[in-house]
């Protein structure tokens, strides 16, 4: 079974008037609707732009796996674990929130910031919380999380190249940029598909593309 929800279905967000534009793909929020509070494990994926000089100041989390994809410019994460970085363009970013941590997350430079940012429900609560950052994630090398169940695979086709899609009982994908086709449905940048039952499935760029997918078990 698939669901497509197109880029204009999200949930606007955020606080414009302070250079911050959120689209969410679930209930988020002021946004809640009960038919679309998760799927599998992602609990969010948020679209975030932030105008040089905007971002969001610190702020608590627990029991959540944040995973942050950054698409244009650089995101500066800071938290309350002491952790201070630059989040770039194919770096995977991940905040285990377990009992609880603060962050802030800003635009210190002078253009324009776009990423993705991904909640995930972990499979067990509590614990101690901690911070990881793996630079330049490969097509060929997914990264695993496993304290969701879940695993994150990035796929980057040339115009007409057919990329693997990974089998999962619940597969989550998210168009970054271009156009795919995916289980008969075209998709483009900020398209999301949900899948359950993903077997033997491939997508095909119409565009030179990049596609996020999330992994998971039932």
Known sequence: MIFVQRAEERYRGGDPAAGIETRHALSFGRFYDPDNVRFGAVLACNEERLAP????????????????????????????????TLVRPGDVQRLSAASGVRHEERND???????????LAPLASGGEPSYGIVRGLTDAAPYALPAAGAELHVRRPAPGERA??????????????????????ELGPGDAARITGARGLELTARAAAEVLLWRMAG
């Open 109 to 119: 430079g002078d253009t324009p910031l776009v990423f993705v940012q991904m909640w």
């Open 164 to 185: 693997a899609v990974p089998d999962a009982d619940f597969l989550y994908a998210h168009v970054v940029r271009g156009r795919v086709e995916l289980a008969g449905q």
């Open 53 to 84: 000089g905007a971002g969001f100041d610190e702020h608590p989390h627990s029991h959540t796996e944040i995973v942050t994809w950054v698409v244009e410019g650089e995101l500066t994460h800071r938290d309350s674990a002491g952790h201070a």
